[in-house]
T-cell receptor, first 111, second 112 residues
Framework: GENVEQHPSTLSVQEGDSAVIKCTYSDSASNYFPWYKQELGKRPQLIIDIRSNVGEKKDQRIAVTLNKTAKHFSLHITETQPEDSAVYFCAAAFGNEKLTFGTGTRLTIIP | ETGVTQSPTHLIKTRGQQVTLRCSSQSGHNTVSWYQQALGQGPQFIFQYYREEENGRGNFPPRFSGLQFPNYSSELNVNALELDDSALYLC???????????FGPGTRLLVL
């Protein structure tokens, strides 16, 4: 089955700097890669997703890149703000079948 | 917010008991997936329901079972509760044929 690895497990950046979180997946059949943000005690919230026919997608300060050959994808957050502090999860899936999640990255923005 | 609702929000049970958790999907969504999130970990897929039938199952024992109703809402039932079943249980709704899954707020289950 699919296996998703995520790094780093914790990340602290100064407010205004950029943050990058990386994930690798094992199943070449996976074609959908969402990123979720989860604040303490709350639901995972979809922040951006990318499909395997696209190499990069951007939404304001958030961007995701996908390298199908290397089977890795990354989340980039620019101009970080205190409200970006949360746990971020990457995931991989084939279509709308089960999401396989990474282990999460706790991002802390230092004011 | 996503429009996906879950009940109850919190639940305390003792080992060996049975529990039923409920999920109402977002309007227009016909597929419900259930996930278990242990503390400090990512969600783990339990199973998915579409057209009232199980449409994929993760590595969970048969004492985890579910239902989907004609209005697309869903239940997760866990029998013979074990201490390790303590977790946040999340449901996610989606529209069959599209990939995006939207999560509900979860039910936090504590087994003593």
């Amino acid at each position: 089955g699919e296996n998703v690895e995520q790094h780093p497990s914790t990340l602290s950046v100064q407010e205004g700097d950029s943050a990058v979180i990386k994930c690798t997946y094992s199943d070449s059949a996976s074609n959908y890669f969402p990123w979720y943000k989860q604040e303490l005690g709350k639901r995972p919230q979809l922040i951006i997703d990318i499909r395997s026919n696209v190499g990069e997608k951007k939404d304001q300060r958030i961007a995701v890149t996908l390298n199908k050959t290397a089977k890795h994808f990354s989340l980039h957050i620019t101009e970080t703000q205190p409200e970006d502090s949360a746990v971020y999860f990457c995931a991989a899936a084939f279509g709308n079948e089960k999401l396989t999640f990474g282990t999460g990255t706790r991002l802390t923005i230092i004011p | 917010e996503t429009g996906v609702t879950q009940s109850p929000t919190h639940l305390i049970k003792t080992r060996g008991q049975q529990v039923t958790l409920r999920c109402s999907s977002q309007s227009g969504h016909n597929t419900v997936s259930w996930y278990q999130q242990a503390l400090g970990q990512g969600p783990q897929f339990i199973f998915q329901y579409y057209r009232e039938e199980e449409n994929g199952r993760g590595n969970f024992p048969p004492r985890f079972s579910g239902l989907q109703f004609p209005n697309y809402s869903s239940e997760l039932n866990v029998n013979a509760l074990e201490l390790d079943d303590s977790a946040l249980y999340l449901c996610a709704s989606s529209l069959q044929g599209t990939e995006t899954q939207y999560f509900g707020p979860g039910t936090r289950l504590l087994v003593l």
